[in-house]
């Protein structure tokens, strides 16, 4: 049986631990990812203290840092693939822009009648295709890079990729942390590790959570720079299927406001949008959802309700 976890915030209320020592899942070391805490990465005196067992950080920050440094030519390949996502982003965010204004007019529209309607549903729709067709984008210029380079990976990374999948599969679990997601998300991937997570039991929380979903999407109501619209960022690796976790939703999505709580699950639909607070968890096993503490999902109807277990 492979678990899979995924926790809220641990900066101030730590549950980490404690969800270690419940799984059953043996004494050994467990392998931690802090990749997304960049020039921090590795920093895991607290986390240890909590763990309670030996740890082997991965260092896939430091680690691609040096294939960089060691092959200019992959690494500038790299970062052309970076630009093009870049622009990619900029050009989707000013179609979005048009997109949620043109919906936020028809919501504010008087009346309920069935041409109203008709409109409002067609403008979500267009939403969403606008979504589905920008993730297909991005997964195109991936892919291209992957063909690209496949044939004349340097040598160094593919032997950092043999020790890491090495130390994944003599690893109790692997533990990954928050922090920038998509430079968290861009290591994973770089170091190929999607197949041996797959066969590991995994706690995520925060940033490491969203990583591992099947969407990436930034959100945030109340920015302090921007438009304040939630976008999708990019493809994630996919482990935890069919939700969309949502850390520190209570302090960046208006909760209080069934219309946009609505519109929010509407638009994400069929993934279920499940909040991600200080102590929550959410476990699978084997892909069946056994433990599900203080997550909320959003609803089409606007509302919070509480996630359970099956």
């Not at 043999?162 to 679990?173: M, N, P, Q, R």
């Not at 638009?267 to 279920?272: M, S, V």
Request: aromatic residues 4%; proline residues 4%.
């Amino acid at each position: 049986m492979i678990s899979r976890t995924m926790l809220g915030p641990q900066r101030t209320v730590t549950t980490v631990g404690s969800v270690l020592s419940r799984l059953d899942i043996g004494s050994g070391p467990v392998c931690t990812i802090t990749a997304g805490w960049q020039e921090r990465e590795g920093e895991l005196e607290e986390l240890q203290r909590h763990v309670n067992r030996p740890t082997r950080e991965l260092s896939l920050y430091h680690r691609a840092e040096e294939v960089f440094s060691r092959n200019p030519d992959f690494r500038d390949a790299y970062h052309r693939r970076q630009k093009t996502l870049k622009e990619l982003q900029r050009l989707y965010r000013r179609r979005l822009a048009h997109a949620i204004a043109a919906l936020e007019e028809l919501m504010r529209e008087r009346g309920n009648d069935m041409l109203i309607q008709n409109e409002r549903r067609a403008a979500l729709r267009a939403l969403r295709t606008l979504d589905r067709q920008h993730l297909r984008r991005i997964d195109h210029i991936h892919a291209a890079f992957v063909q690209s380079q496949e044939t004349m990976l340097p040598a160094d990374l593919m032997a950092h990729r043999k020790e890491i999948a090495g130390l994944v599969a003599d690893s109790s679990a692997v533990l990954i942390a928050g922090g920038h997601v998509e430079l968290l998300l861009n290591r994973l991937r770089l170091f190929d590790l999607a197949t041996g997570l797959k066969a590991r039991p995994v706690i995520a929380w925060s940033a490491g959570a969203m990583a591992l979903s099947e969407r990436i999407v930034l959100f945030h109501d109340n920015p302090p720079q921007g438009a304040g619209i939630a976008e999708v960022a990019d493809r994630g690796l996919g482990l935890f299927s069919g939700v969309l976790p949502l850390p520190h939703a209570g302090k960046r999505l208006r909760l209080h406001d069934s219309e946009r709580v609505s519109l929010f699950a509407r638009r994400f639909a069929p993934a279920r949008c499940s909040t991600l607070e200080d102590g929550t968890a959410l476990t699978w096993i084997d892909d069946r959802l056994t433990d599900a503490v203080s997550a909320f999902r959003l609803t089409r109807s606007g509302a919070l309700r509480p996630v359970k277990a099956a």
